[in-house]
């Protein structure tokens, strides 16, 4: 039998999930003789500058900056088949070539890595997750860290560094990685302006700032699609621990008026209707539940946080997205009556769906904006700004709290 040769790329994962690939081609087929072809490609190569120049700097065109020399190398003949990262695919694949088969997804979560001997150091797993908690919070964290005995903490954008690190007894811990997710430009400018935020890079189209060390944010854009698109990026390639979606929304309550805030109790969509085939409103066949629940940590922690800038202002329920800016009565009614929420917007659902898809932590935050009424074409150009900045500002000060619990 000939032998299956498969490219990839020579990093740590690369490798990892080729021979995870070649372990399940084994199991099928135990005759099976397989060899791995290691390839550079640009994203691997042009180190000196940022990821998303890489493109326009190697003339890679459409193609994942990490995917086209392999690509080129299984036209060529050169490999049988090759093994990538889902995150480094582009969009729209080349149609000479398909997806054939994707390993199983393991859990997304943070994952404390320590060297073998520094784990006698602590004496149970609450001590560990102390220890985790210090590592996460970085420098703020630094010395509690040092108080429990750990000569230094790690955490950067680049875990094989960090890994590295830990072997090498340079540090004792590593944690493997809170967002702000927003829909419109307008909604991120101020934490923009007010914070030393710097651009991670560009992805889908989409930049992508860090905050500040551990919280990342981005614009991606309005509607359910780029939603669920960039919450996805969140999970896949940032390995985010927690998603704090915002920005602003229409009162679906007469209790609600404008400036008052909402903090998801969940989210379920207004407009996916497969009522005919015997489904609730609002239910996507394959899940189990209607409305995605928030977290409830996270409830608690962004309705403090609100509180505390517009009290007596913030209620506690669900929020109903869909791709529909609602400005006419009779709209309004009818997502009332198939959804009992009490604002509605285009993005939230879409991203609770995909944190609960990942088993991810979410809330919604929502500065009302308009009366989601006849009058909303009035009222959404006058509070829009007012209502984003708040917002935003409440999500920052939450999220701080959040990465320091």
């Given at each position: 039998?000939?032998?299956?040769?498969?490219?990839?790329?020579?990093?740590?994962?690369?490798l990892?999930?080729?021979?995870?690939?070649?372990?399940?081609?084994?199991?099928a087929?135990?005759?099976?003789?397989?060899?791995?072809?290691?390839?550079?490609?640009?994203?691997?190569?042009?180190?000196?500058?940022?990821?998303?120049?890489?493109?326009?700097?190697?003339?890679?065109?459409?193609?994942?900056?990490?995917i086209?020399?392999?690509?080129?190398?299984?036209?060529?003949?050169?490999?049988?088949?090759?093994?990538?990262?889902?995150?480094?695919?582009?969009?729209?694949?080349?149609?000479?070539?398909?997806?054939?088969?994707?390993?199983?997804?393991?859990?997304?979560?943070?994952?404390?890595?320590?060297?073998?001997?520094?784990?006698?150091?602590y004496?149970?797993?609450?001590?560990?997750?102390?220890?985790?908690?210090?590592?996460?919070?970085?420098?703020?964290?630094?010395?509690?860290?040092?108080?429990?005995?750990?000569?230094?903490?790690?955490?950067?954008?680049?875990?094989?560094?960090?890994?590295?690190?830990v072997?090498?007894?340079?540090?004792?811990?590593?944690?493997?990685?809170?967002?702000?997710?927003y829909?419109?430009?307008?909604?991120?400018?101020?934490?923009?302006?007010?914070?030393?935020?710097?651009?991670?890079?560009?992805?889908?189209?989409?930049?992508?700032?860090?905050?500040?060390?551990?919280?990342?944010?981005?614009?991606?854009g309005?509607?359910?699609v780029?939603?669920?698109?960039?919450?996805?990026?969140l999970?896949?390639?940032?390995?985010?621990s927690?998603?704090?979606?915002?920005?602003?929304?229409?009162?679906?309550?007469?209790?609600?008026?404008?400036?008052?805030?909402v903090?998801?109790?969940?989210?379920?969509?207004?407009?996916?209707?497969?009522?005919?085939?015997?489904?609730?409103?609002?239910?996507?066949?394959?899940?189990?539940?209607?409305?995605?629940?928030?977290?409830?940590?996270?409830?608690?922690?962004?309705?403090?946080?609100?509180?505390?800038?517009?009290?007596g202002?913030v209620?506690?329920?669900?929020?109903?997205?869909?791709?529909?800016?609602?400005?006419?009565?009779?709209?309004k009614e009818?997502?009332?009556?198939?959804?009992q929420?009490?604002?509605?917007?285009?993005?939230?659902?879409?991203?609770?769906?995909?944190?609960?898809?990942n088993?991810?932590?979410?809330?919604?935050?929502?500065?009302?904006?308009?009366?989601?009424d006849?009058?909303?074409?009035?009222?959404?150009?006058?509070?829009?700004?007012?209502?984003?900045?708040?917002?935003?500002a409440?999500?920052?000060?939450?999220?701080?709290?959040l990465?320091n619990?």
């Amino acid at each position: 039998m000939s032998t299956l040769r498969i490219g990839t790329r020579g990093s740590e994962l690369a490798l990892a999930q080729t021979h995870q690939a070649i372990a399940a081609l084994k199991a099928a087929n135990p005759e099976l003789e397989c060899s791995i072809t290691i390839i550079s490609t640009a994203g691997d190569q042009r180190t000196d500058i940022p990821l998303h120049m890489v493109n326009s700097a190697t003339n890679t065109g459409d193609k994942g900056v990490f995917i086209a020399a392999i690509e080129e190398a299984l036209a060529a003949g050169e490999i049988d088949c090759a093994v990538h990262s889902l995150k480094d695919m582009p969009g729209v694949l080349d149609s000479r070539f398909e997806l054939a088969a994707v390993l199983p997804r393991e859990e997304i979560q943070d994952v404390l890595v320590m060297k073998a001997d520094a784990v006698a150091n602590y004496a149970d797993a609450a001590s560990l997750v102390d220890l985790a908690v210090a590592v996460e919070n970085g420098s703020a964290g630094q010395s509690a860290a040092e108080e429990a005995g750990v000569k230094n903490i790690v955490l950067v954008q680049d875990q094989g560094a960090a890994l590295m690190e830990v072997a090498a007894g340079t540090s004792d811990a590593c944690v493997i990685d809170i967002t702000m997710a927003y829909a419109m430009t307008g909604e991120i400018e101020s934490i923009l302006r007010d914070t030393n935020a710097r651009l991670l890079e560009t992805v889908c189209g989409v930049p992508f700032y860090e905050i500040e060390e551990g919280i990342i944010a981005y614009a991606g854009g309005v509607g359910k699609v780029n939603a669920a698109m960039c919450a996805q990026i969140l999970c896949s390639v940032y390995s985010v621990s927690h998603i704090v979606n915002t920005g602003i929304a229409g009162s679906l309550c007469a209790q609600l008026d404008i400036g008052d805030l909402v903090v998801s109790k969940d989210a379920m969509y207004h407009d996916f209707d497969c009522v005919h085939f015997g489904y609730e409103c609002g239910r996507v066949p394959g899940m189990d539940v209607v409305a995605f629940p928030a977290d409830e940590a996270m409830i608690g922690y962004a309705c403090a946080a609100a509180e505390a800038v517009n009290p007596g202002h913030v209620r506690v329920g669900r929020v109903a997205s869909g791709d529909l800016f609602v400005a006419e009565k009779a709209a309004k009614e009818k997502i009332i009556e198939n959804t009992q929420a009490l604002c509605t917007e285009m993005e939230g659902a879409a991203i609770a769906q995909t944190a609960y898809r990942n088993n991810l932590p979410f809330v919604i935050l929502r500065a009302i904006s308009d009366k989601a009424d006849d009058s909303a074409e009035m009222d959404y150009p006058t509070f829009e700004a007012i209502a984003a900045k708040q917002c935003a500002a409440i999500t920052y000060a939450f999220a701080g709290k959040l990465k320091n619990a």
